[in-house]
């Protein structure tokens, strides 16, 4: 089907709405995307007449919540093209999903001196977990750099693995620069594991875990147009096989005694106590109605904003935009001589602009690029050229005041 952006936006109630006089131009994607009418109606639902705990009750409405839960863990497998829907674990997004990795699945393989290589371009989710290991034992870790223009090539990822590289930590999309790392081309390059954080990547552009060929892929429901509190991580059979329960409880059992345990398989294995039932559900709804849009669709239609705002934005000889790799999303980090961060969101709030600003949990990045805080503009598919206009007007509009 064709992509209709006009048609997309009226499935979102909230950007009919105006902020400060204005109409909102949202363009804080990155940090949480709005949500379209069918996401908030199935909650509104869910909530109002099909409510109960899952998995453990045998009356009419559990039996409902139950199977419209269940359904979701297909829903996300066939969104990520996953071999086997058991592979997928539910989790509160993908902070959740890593840190299940460094703990069930790292902590008891690693030992002091092991080397774990990440890249700079990592949101904090993919960086503290990995600390952790550092800190408790002994692990070290191995940092890759991008390309001054915020590019990683695979082969100098590639380049820090040795004999004791036990994981490789890469985000597929750079929540700062949208910088899209050839995930594939690493795993292709090496034997050891590889985890990818998909926080950005899986919503941008398709993504199959099967042809990547990587061992754990993680996601964030309320950046996929889903409920915050959602999100899953997709664990091959392989690894699955290897990891120790994450957390102890209800649901991750078959049975308990005073003197033993024995675990559920997997995936309820790493699903202790009562989950997000609901938030769940609106994930597997907001995941069904990107299919329907088609995820080829929703990465074309991005890419035209992205272009568009790209070539806008160099008009701009006083915007700096930090790491404008060749192959990126359209998210943009932006400075501005003379005036800070803080300061362009501010001004471009009072327009009714929404951009985030900050370090964007990415500090070693920013670091990296020697700022200490940018103003980011992230884009999603419900974005539109004349929004990218409102945002160049903002930002003129910024540097007449501090010039």
């Not at 400060?20 to 949202?26: K, M, S, W």
């Not at 909650?43 to 199977?67: K, P």
């Not at 070539?311 to 935009?321: A, E, G, P, T």
């Not at 600003?357 to 940018?374: E, I, N, Q, R, Y």
């Amino acid at each position: 089907m064709s992509f209709d952006v006009d048609k997309v936006r009226a499935d979102f109630p909230i950007l009919s709405r105006q902020v400060n006089g204005r109409p909102l131009v949202y363009l804080d994607s990155g940090a949480s995307s709005q949500k379209p009418q069918q996401v908030i109606e199935a909650v509104t639902r869910a909530y109002a007449s099909e409510y109960a705990n899952v998995h453990r009750g045998l009356h009419f409405l559990s039996n409902l919540a139950t199977e419209n839960y269940e359904r979701v863990r297909a829903i996300i497998a066939r969104f990520l093209n996953a071999p086997h829907e058991d592979e997928v674990i539910f989790t509160s997004g993908a902070t959740e999903g890593i840190n299940l990795v460094s703990y069930a699945w790292a902590a008891p393989r690693l030992q002091a001196g092991d080397e774990i290589v990440l890249s700079v371009l990592e949101h904090h989710a993919n960086i503290v977990p990995w600390h952790f290991l550092r800190e408790r034992q002994g692990v070290v870790l191995k940092w890759v750099e991008p390309e001054p223009d915020g590019s990683l090539p695979p082969e100098k990822l590639l380049a820090a693995v040795g004999p004791k590289t036990k994981l490789i930590a890469v985000t597929h999309m750079s929540n700062v620069t949208g910088t899209v790392v050839d995930v594939a081309a690493i795993a292709r390059g090496t034997d050891v594991p590889v985890l990818v954080d998909g926080s950005q990547g899986a919503v941008h552009m398709p993504v199959d875990v099967a042809a990547l060929g990587v061992d754990f892929y993680s996601i964030t429901g309320h950046k996929l147009y889903g409920p915050s509190g959602s999100g899953a991580i997709w664990i091959s059979r392989e690894r699955q096989a290897q990891m120790r329960p994450f957390m102890g409880g209800g649901d991750m059992i078959r049975t308990v005694s005073r003197d033993t345990v024995d675990y559920a398989d997997p995936p309820l294995r790493f699903e202790a106590g009562t989950p997000g039932i609901v938030n769940q559900i609106g994930l597997g709804v907001a995941l069904d109605y990107l299919m329907e849009l088609g995820m080829e669709n929703v990465a074309a239609h991005e890419r035209d904003i992205r272009d568009y705002a790209r070539d806008r934005l160099r008009s701009l000889n006083w915007i700096s935009v930090q790491g404008d790799a060749a192959d990126k999303g359209a998210i943009f980090s932006l400075t501005m001589q003379g005036a800070h961060a803080h300061d362009i969101s501010t001004i471009l709030d009072k327009r009714g602009i929404a951009v985030r600003a900050g370090t964007h949990c990415a500090m070693p990045l920013l670091d990296f690029f020697g700022v200490s805080a940018t103003a980011r503009a992230s884009f999603a598919m419900y974005n539109t050229r004349a929004e990218v206009d409102a945002l160049i007007d903002g930002l003129t509009f910024c540097r007449e005041l501090f010039a």
